[in-house]
Each structure stands twice: as C-alpha cells, then as structure tokens.
C-alpha cells in the first residue's frame, strides 16, 4: 500500500469500540475502571445524564444480603424507596472495579419498587413503607444488568438494574447499617 499512515487509521477503525474483559482500563475522571478476565460486562459508554458514570452491557447473577427500605438520606415525610446489594465476594470479584477508589461492595438497584415487588412479600413492603419497620432485609440471588459505575460523595459507587429473582429468599424485617453516600 502507498500509504502507509492510511493503513494504520484503516486498522484502527476496524478494531471494536468496546473494551472486552481484561483489556485495558476505562478512564473516569482521575481513576481508571478495570475489567477482570471473566468478568460478564463489557464497556459500552458514558452516560451523560449521570454525571459521566461508566456503563456495561450484559446480565449476570448477583448474590448477597439485600436491603430495601426508605432512602437513608431521605427528609421528607414521602417514601422514596432504595435498595442495596452487599455483594457476595465471589461475585464482586468478577466484576468491574475502580482502581483507586475505595471498592465498597454496596451495589444500588435502580429500580427498587420492581425488585420489592418481586421479592418482598406484600405484607412486608406495606410494613416497611408505612414505617413500622426501617428495612426488609435477606440474603438474594438475582438477575442484574445495566451495571454502571461513577463517584458519589467522592467513593466508588455501583448501580444496576433488577431484571428478575433467581431463587426464593428468606426475608426479615429490621435495621441498616448505614450506607456510604
């Protein structure tokens, strides 16, 4: 070929727009995201309405100890309901991971009444949204996608989306601890 720099660009245009597992790091501001081998995710974005955060495409299972109640930083008499995975170690290894920042194992559900509904009985969702009780809470295995990571309150934050339970838990009313913002 007579051109040589063409065929460099040429090259480079062919190859993926996505980083695949393992590749190197997603810059985000002054940290870098890195993707572990295996991992179920690969980079699709940033995601200009949240403040830039990083997005992932793919489903995966999440496993750990779930809790949903009133949003922790909620001051108005209105339910506003949140809900939070502290991940299972096994799983948080295979996911993707801020390299600077704090790697919390909080993971926020993003649309927590449809996680509520399907795994809360009725009873305790009337209960923890009246206030009677601050927090349902159990141990969970559910199917994930639309992972996202971004900062919050300068700490790694994680989000996905609930897509459907994977297995029936025993759940308990009661208390959080509280959640970083």
């Given at each position: 070929?007579?051109?040589?720099?063409?065929?460099?660009?040429?090259a480079l245009i062919a190859l993926p727009a996505v980083a695949?597992p393992g590749d190197a790091p997603i810059r985000y501001r002054?940290?870098?995201?890195?993707?572990?081998?295996?991992?179920?995710?690969?980079?699709?974005?940033?995601?200009?309405?949240?403040?830039?955060?990083?997005?992932?495409?793919?489903?995966?299972?999440?496993?750990?100890?779930?809790?949903?109640?009133?949003?922790?930083?909620?001051?108005?008499?209105?339910?506003?309901?949140?809900?939070?995975?502290?991940?299972?170690?096994?799983?948080?290894?295979?996911?993707?991971?801020?390299?600077?920042?704090?790697?919390?194992?909080?993971?926020h559900i993003s649309n927590p009444d449809a996680f509520a509904?399907?795994?809360?009985?009725?009873?305790?969702?009337?209960?923890?949204?009246?206030?009677?009780?601050?927090?349902?809470?159990?141990?969970?295995?559910?199917?994930?996608?639309?992972?996202?990571?971004?900062?919050?309150?300068?700490?790694?934050?994680?989000?996905?989306?609930?897509?459907?339970?994977?297995?029936?838990?025993?759940?308990?009313?009661?208390?959080?601890?509280?959640?970083?913002?």
């Open positions: 070929m007579k051109f040589p720099a063409l065929a460099c660009v040429l695949a002054n940290d870098r995201i890195m993707v572990p081998p295996g991992s179920p995710l690969h980079f699709s974005g940033y995601d200009k309405q949240h403040d830039g955060a990083v997005t992932f495409r793919g489903r995966f299972l999440l496993t750990g100890t779930f809790y949903y109640g009133d949003n922790d930083f909620n001051d108005s008499d209105t339910f506003l309901a949140e809900a939070v995975i502290f991940t299972d170690k096994a799983v948080l290894d295979r996911l993707p991971r801020f390299a600077a920042h704090d790697a919390a194992n909080v993971i509904k399907a795994v809360l009985p009725k009873s305790f969702q009337a209960r923890v949204k009246n206030g009677a009780n601050r927090y349902a809470t159990g141990h969970v295995a559910i199917w994930v996608d639309e992972f996202s990571a971004g900062m919050a309150c300068n700490a790694a934050s994680y989000e996905v989306r609930f897509v459907k339970i994977e297995r029936p838990t025993s759940v308990r009313l009661g208390g959080i601890p509280h959640l970083p913002c």
